[in-house]
C-alpha cells in the first residue's frame, strides 16, 4: 500500500499545495490533506497552541491534530525562505519545531528546511532529503520535483489569468452574480493563508462576489513585476510578502485601475504590521483609492466582518454613483 | 549636524564617547520613560512592537532639544528591528518631522554603501580612526556589561540595602557628561572602586534566576521595571546572557567580517530549536538550557508583545522546563503592561523558587523569610 503523507491544510497550502501533492504522487506516495478550515479545527488549534500565537498559526495546529491520526508521515517543512534575500516569517521558520513541541504522538515529520535566501539551487538539497527520509532514489526524487514544478507553473498560470486559487484546490468555481451593472474590482491583499483561507477569514471572498465584486490578489501578478514596482523602497524590504505587497500597491496606484482595497491582517502578525501601515501611507499620500483593514483573530465575530465589508462595498459604489454626477456649470 | 540614537539599556555609555572622539556632536535623549512611550504610541502603528514605539518616543524628545539626525543600526531579518530604520524614517516624515536617519549596515553586502554613509556621518572617512574607535568602544560595552554583572553578584548580598542601586544611578547619570574614552574608562574604574567597597556578608547562598528573552526588554532596565535591581534586592542573583556588547561584538562586528561566533547557546538550543529563525530566540532557549545545566533555580523570559521569534521560544520553552526541571516564566511587556501586576508575578515567583528550593533541600517549607535577606 502506498505510504500516505500528510499535507496540513494551512499557511502555505494555498500557495505550494498543487508543488507538494504532485511531488509525493510522483514519488509513489499519496498526498492527504485535511478538511478545510472550520470551528473544530480552530478550537482544537486553539488549545493546542501557544496562546501568543497568530491565528494562521494555531488554525494550522488544528489541521495538524486533524491529519496526524490518519497519515503515515507528516509533512512540515521549515520555510526559512522561498526567495532569495528574502524571508517569510520567524514563526513560520520555526513551526515544527512548535508543533513538536505542542501536538503529542505525532507521525513521523517530514521537517526539511527549505531555506532559498543564499542560492535558489538549495531547493534540490530539500528534495534530495525528502528522498532520503522516504527511501527513494535521489534521480527519482529529482524528476518527480521536476514534474511537480512544471503543474506548479501550470496551477501560476492558470492564476495569473484571474482564477482564484481557491477556486482551483477546491475546484469549484463561485461565479460573480450575473447581470449586475456595477461590477468592480477590489484587491484583497494579505498573506494567501489569510485571504484564502474562507474558514478563517469568515467567507470574505464569497461575501465580496455576493455583492458584485471582482476579486483581485497578489498571486494574479507575477512576481517578477511587482518586485519592479517595490524597488522604489529606499531599503529592499527581507520578506516575500512585503516586497510583493508594496509592490502591488505602487502597481495599483499607478495603473489606477482598482476600486477599492481590502487588507486582511491578523492580530499580532508581525510582518503584516509593518507591511499594512506602510501601504496604508502609500495609499493614503499617492492615491484616492478606498483602502480599509480587517483585523482577524480567534474572536472575531462574523457580524462585524460582515458589517465591514458591506459599508465598504457601499462606500464605493455611492462614490462611483456620484462621480458621475457633476453639479451644473454657472 | 546634530546626531541622536535610540536608548537601549547603556548603549550610551558606548555610544557617546565614540561620537566625541569622532568629533560629532551629539544628544542623548532623556532616559526612556512614560512620555516617549506615549509620544511613540500615538504616532506608531498598533500592532508593531514596543522598542519600535520607545525609539520614536526617543527621537521626538531628542527633536525637542535640537537633534535633526538620527544613529541606528540596521538588520537583514526575518525580525522585525531590520526594518525599523524604513518604517520610523516614515512615520517622522508624515508627522512633519525633518529628521535624516543614517543606518550603520551594509545592505546586502554592499560595503561601499557602508563607507558612504559613514563619510556622511563623520566627513571623512579615516579607517585606522574608525577601527580604533569601534575597538574602543566595544571595549567600553565590554567593562560596561562587567559593572553589571558585578552589581548582579552584590545587590543580593550587600549589608547596607539600595547602596549598589545608588552607585549604580549615579554611574549611569553622571556617564551622559562624561566626554571621550579616557573619560568613561576613568569613570568606569570609579564606579568599579565604588562598588567593590560595599560591605558584603558572603555568606548568604542566594537563589538564583537567569534572564532570557529578546534583546531591547531584557536589556533596557527602563522598559523592563528595573527587574534585575528588583529581583536582586529581593535576595536574588541574577545574570543575563544577551549583552549589549555582545550584541556589538558577536553580532555586528564578527558578522560583518565572517569570524567565528561563540554558538554554544546554538548547541544547547539544537535539540529544541534547529534553525536560526531571527531575533534572539535561539539564544533564547539556548540559554535556559545553559542556565538549567548551572544549576540555577528559575528562568524569566521577557519579550515585547507580538514578538515573533519569542513567541516560537515561548511554545518551545515548556519542552526544556520538563526535561531540566527548572521553572520558567514568561513576562510580556507593551504599553498596557501596570507595574503592581508585573511586580506581583514577579514576587510570586520568587516565592515559588524559594520554597521548592526549602523541600529540596528537606528545610521546612513555606516562606522563611530570613533566607532572603531582602525582606528584612
Known sequence: ?330 | MKITFPHLGNTYICVKPLLDELNIDCIIPPFNNREALELGTRHAPECCCLPLKINIGNYLQAYKKGADTILMAGGCGPCRFGYYCELQREILEDMGIDMKIIVLEAPYGNVWELVRRIVKLTGAFNLPKIIWAFKNASRIAISVDKLEKLCFKIRPRELNKGETDGVYKKFRTEALSVKGFRGMEKHIAKTFDELNSIKMNKSIEPLKIGIVGEIYTTVDSNTNFNIEARLGNLGIQVDRSVTVSGWIVEHMIKKALPLPRDMEFAKAAYPYLGAMIGGHARETVGNTVLYAKNNYDGIIQIYPLTCMPEIVAESILPAVEKDYDIPVMTLIIDEMTGEAGYMTRVEAFADLLESRRNKNTGQKAGFDLTLRSGNI
Not at chain 1, 480567534?298 to 462595498?313: K, N
Request: glycine share 6%.
Open chain 1, 1 to 330: 500500500m502506498n505510504k500516505r503523507v500528510g499535507i496540513p491544510g494551512g499557511l502555505y497550502f494555498y500557495k505550494f499545495y498543487p508543488l507538494w501533492e504532485s511531488f509525493f504522487n510522483e514519488l509513489g506516495m499519496e498526498a492527504v490533506t485535511s478538511i478545510p478550515s472550520c470551528r473544530k479545527i480552530l478550537d482544537d488549534g486553539v488549545n493546542a497552541s501557544n496562546d501568543e500565537a497568530c491565528l494562521p498559526v494555531k488554525m494550522y495546529h488544528g489541521h495538524v491534530i486533524h491529519l496526524k491520526d490518519r497519515v503515515d508521515m507528516l509533512f512540515i517543512p521549515r520555510l526559512t525562505s522561498i526567495s532569495k534575500n528574502e524571508y517569510i516569517c520567524p514563526k513560520i521558520g520555526g513551526l515544527p519545531d512548535m508543533i513538536r513541541h505542542a501536538i503529542k504522538n505525532l507521525p513521523p515529520v517530514i521537517d526539511v528546511e527549505i531555506n532559498l535566501r543564499d542560492k535558489e539551487k538549495s531547493i534540490l538539497e530539500a528534495v534530495y532529503k525528502i528522498a532520503r527520509i522516504s527511501g527513494i532514489s535521489k534521480n527519482k526524487a529529482k524528476s518527480a520535483y521536476s514534474k511537480a514544478l512544471s503543474d506548479y507553473r501550470a496551477f501560476r498560470e492558470k492564476v495569473k489569468r484571474g482564477v482564484l486559487p481557491t477556486d482551483i484546490l477546491e475546484k469549484k468555481i463561485y461565479p460573480l452574480p450575473s447581470k449586475r451593472i456595477d461590477t468592480y474590482k477590489v484587491l484583497l491583499l494579505g498573506h494567501q493563508y489569510n485571504i484564502y483561507d474562507a474558514g478563517m477569514n469568515m467567507n470574505i471572498i464569497k461575501k465580496l462576489k455576493n455583492k458584485g465584486v471582482e476579486v483581485v490578489t497578489i498571486d494574479m501578478s507575477s512576481s517578477g513585476e511587482l518586485r519592479e514596482y517595490a524597488s522604489t523602497l529606499n531599503k529592499k524590504m527581507f520578506w516575500n510578502f512585503g516586497t510583493l505587497a508594496i509592490g502591488m500597491i505602487n502597481k495599483c496606484i499607478r495603473e489606477n485601475n482598482i476600486d477599492g482595497i481590502v487588507y486582511v491582517m491578523t492580530f499580532g502578525c508581525g510582518i503584516d504590521s509593518f507591511v499594512c501601515s506602510m501601504a496604508e501611507r502609500r495609499i493614503r499620500k499617492f492615491s484616492e483609492i478606498p483602502f480599509t483593514v480587517i483585523t482577524l483573530d480567534e474572536h472575531t465575530g462574523e457580524a462585524g466582518v460582515d458589517t465591514r465589508i458591506e459599508a465598504f462595498t457601499d462606500m464605493i459604489s455611492w462614490r462611483r454613483a456620484d462621480e458621475n454626477n457633476f453639479s451644473a456649470p454657472g
